[in-house]
DNA sequence: CATGAATGAGTCTTCATTCAT
DNA sequence: AATGAATGAAGACTCATTCAT
């Protein structure tokens, strides 16, 4: 008499897994939200409650624990930015120099780069060290993206020109201006930070390894 | 008649507040031994004194509060980091590529740039989000850096051969990269990570930017 | 539409703020005998919260604090005083003879006057000078009290057979009598302390001012 | 070989028990400070030692425990008052409205009435009912002065201008409002008591009770 | 389904007491 | 004799989790 769930792939369909995905979505976002405001330290169950507009008992009767939806949390971050530079990048053409654009444009995109999204990627980095699901959640992500810009640069610097860039080297200060050039909407006055500006440092530093690949109009 | 107490620009000189100073500091220590194994959040002044060999009232005995010592421990670590790399810009002479090649050395330095150090510094990182005066800190710290790697480098761009490189984007680019390079250590494997590797990386980096003034020799 | 609510004069009648009424209550309570037991100084959140049958954590569910129960206890003690007192003189009719009496019968009346209620009274007393949150509530019950007692002695002093009496220190006698003689309850055998001889006491004391205002027979 | 002590009821004579005198007097002082200041529950070894001027460990040396300092300082306490009654009385001569204002006197002496002490008389008070030991110690005090009070007043009670007073109603309200009157001082405006008044308050209740025993001249 | 009252383990903090100097 | 650093038991408070409704 069990309902068949031969088709899950494509996501819940019945009544019941539809609201329980609903449910597990909107509490995911409110621990955003309070992450984002209260740090991890400062996040507890009350208040993701509160900022889901539901009561305190309804995290453990969607998630195991506390614990396991901080873990979905962090997974659904993951995932979502690693859809997005994929999707970026198939989107993108041949060219090395234009798949690294789009790396840049998503990196930089309002939707995924906004003080919401990366103070709590932050807050769950600086937790890593002590919590080794975190590092193993977030160690993935790292070594897929860095695999695909090492491929990038490397097919740039393979060119007579650049033959003087070390890709290595490259590639790292690349990911690395990409991932934590961000954390600048941190500081006190976010008006410092501008997402164009941001671009526009990533394309002037690829063009200044990579002279004449790169048009300098911002955007 | 009084006794000359010439010398106490070197310290506090009293016995009881050498004891002071001394255990404040051991404390720090027991602290980031703390904060590396167990995270900021599993952080309790129960595991601080243990790793002290002290007992739990120590630490408000010598800190005003448990977030006291954090504090201080957060400001030991960026007062030693400022030390060092002011220390070695000034004993590396006049040229900014020599310069920036001792900011490099600094950066990786074993003992500035280990396991316990880094992990203790990104466990603070990731909660300046929501602690104004850890960013108070940490900021400050960061200022001073970018601003001294910024007139070196934009020495070298300001050579002719360098003309096209773009001075903020490259600072940004160097930063980031000494910055949170370290975090390798942090992955499972501590093997990956070899400071000598990460020092040869950041010449690289340099001489890719800037060719001809780097020496690839060190690896 | 909307149910009325018009009886929301007479309290809360939504069963949860019923309940939290309720609950509150009950720790006051417990949080009475807890200082008749163990004094202020000895009184805990374990043992208020094991008076009640409760967990310690519901204290500060109910209350924000240790202190805002004790001052609530406190306050329930003065308005509950007030109220009988203010109660008794309405219903005394106008012979200020009459409404001296009731204020005594109040001030004996068993459920007034009791070990408990005189402990706690008393131990709150003892730490006014120390809180002034203690002496603003108390200060207040007095003010109130003194004025009333004023007021109906002076009215007899006023009759010609008693112009001797000095009606301010009468009524200093009066009211330090009335506050004060159930403390001998507090004593090692409280088989010494009999509220109708209290009582008797008191009218005896008023004869002695105002003979003739006064029948003995009550004993 | 031991030094004799037959002397001691005239007080200890060697230095060192001088010293141990002394210090203990010092500690009980500094005790009646800190109460003063913060109540009984607000004072620690710590505070008494830093208004002592001395260190914590003295208290230790000095005193069997924390509690053995309290209970001497109120066992100081009581002893003042009932030498400076029992003084009163005896150079009062045989008049008992004499020696009643003898006692009155005593009571609103500045030495003995001020808020400093009337503050600690208070705060023990509070914690009677839960510590057996400050009860006996303040039962004693206050068995002596009633029997003392109800002897005089009786005297004057069995004069026949004063048939109509009931020696034991007077005795109380006269007892008590000697000893509770000085609460008035611990009020937030200490302005609105003052010894004169206060003196002149009980004359003028005696004189209520017993017209023509007591001059009005207000001292 | 959802609620939120209730629990109690875990944390920080205070403070009387000890003891080496 | 006196100090004050160190201890650790005890207290208030927080908060993840449970469960009756």
Known sequence: MKRDRANSRAGPSSPKERLRERRRRELIDACMDSIARYGLGGTTVARVAESAGLSVGIINFYFESKSALLLATLQHLVDSYERAWRGAISRAGDDPA??????????????????????????????????EEYLRVCGDRDAAFRAESQRLIAELAAREAHAHVDPEAAMLAFVHLIEWLPDWMLGGDSAAFDLDWARSVCRRFLASLFPGEFSETTR
Do not use: I, P
């Open 98 to 131: 234009r798949q690294l654009e789009a790396l840049v444009d998503v990196a930089f995109d309002a939707s995924l780069c906004n003080v919401r999204t990366v103070s709590v990627w932050n807050a769950f980095w600086g937790e890593t060290r002590a919590r």
